[in-house]
């Protein structure tokens, strides 16, 4: 049953900038700082943040079955907790409440007051308090490109790959918000030649472009979650990029995966986009050759339509676009990861994230990583400016941007950005 809020013909007595990827369509959820030095959850639509622990307080949520607490708190978790159900009821009463002809609170002068902010006003936090982070390996072009450049190209996929989508568990206390800039990380490396390694400043600072799904409890441990049933158990996406420092990378990582070259920072966009406000975008995911175990069995359409882009800016400008990628070319759904991330009785929590792996596509400039697009240095990116990029420098600012479109709507998920800074001098 297509849902109310989706409806294309819907629009918002508060204004929407053509082009926004926040129509009242979107409906996203986040966490924020006041111009008071609140913190609240809160959504928006336009150029409007909307204050949910003042809309609850106020009454405009009396008739869903809501703690009085639930939006007055740092982190989306509870609120999550509270399931799909729940999700829905609150979506669909914000959409309600913002339609166009809808006078509750249109006419509330003092109230508009109470509950709105201009983007300007605020300030963008984590929206979870992630407990655990998996990042998979799921774009079966960019595991293909990496494998030819660090293994075979005649073997470039190990056995595995195309039966299992491949993770590692990863570190949650570097996941960082939008806007926090990242210091250069130090670390061990092995010149090329050498048979002893050297210390210092990673010089192959990457970018990784992904999505990243956040997770409901779900199950108990020692019970695993159905790939049927896996999707109800997502709450939302996010832009990632998770940064890595290839050269301490590529050191590390025999044989127990990654390590220090990856656990530096992961940066989040900060409005968490629900699969629900995605459902009109959803779409056929890769042909799946040779057939997926029966635990990993999907029918249907299990991907979404969502266009991807990487800018990089140099400290004095201007962008330039160095990637344009989707989300529908991931090999392996979220609902497969889910499945098999819990076939073996591990426990997913409220809050959890799980990144896709980088998401890269077939052609060269949709490649999701300077690892790819500059084929290991060898052939440097050209940037507006004049310069070159063969990996990320200091000062560089990444920016990811991600929307979908279709019949008319745009959602989109905003962007995530991040300067990188020099590294800090060690004595
Ligand atoms: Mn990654």
Redesign the pocket.
Known sequence: MPLKTNDPSKSSWLPVPENSDFPIQNIPFGVFLTRDDVITIGTRIGDHAIDLGALHQLGYFKDIPLTDDIFLQDSLNDFISDGKKTWRLVRSRISELFEKGNPELQKNKDHQKIVLFTMDEIEMQLPVHIGDYT?FYSSKEHATNVGKMFRDPEHALLPNWLHLPVGYHGRSSTIIPSGTPVRRPHGQTLPKGADTPVFGPSRLLDF?L?MAFITTDANALGEPISVVEAEDYIFGLVLFN?W?ARDLQKWEYVPLGPFLG?NFASSISPWIVTLDALEPFRMASPKQDPEPLPYLKQKGNNSFDIHLEVDITPQNGPATTVSKSNFKYMYWTMAQQLAHHTINGCKVNSGDMM?S??ISGATPDSFGSMLELSWQGTKPVHLANGTTRKFIEDNDTVTMRGHCYKNGVRIGFGEVSTKILPAISLK
Request: no cysteine; glycine share 22%.
């Open positions: 990042d990784e992904e998770d890595s990856k990144g792996g980088t």
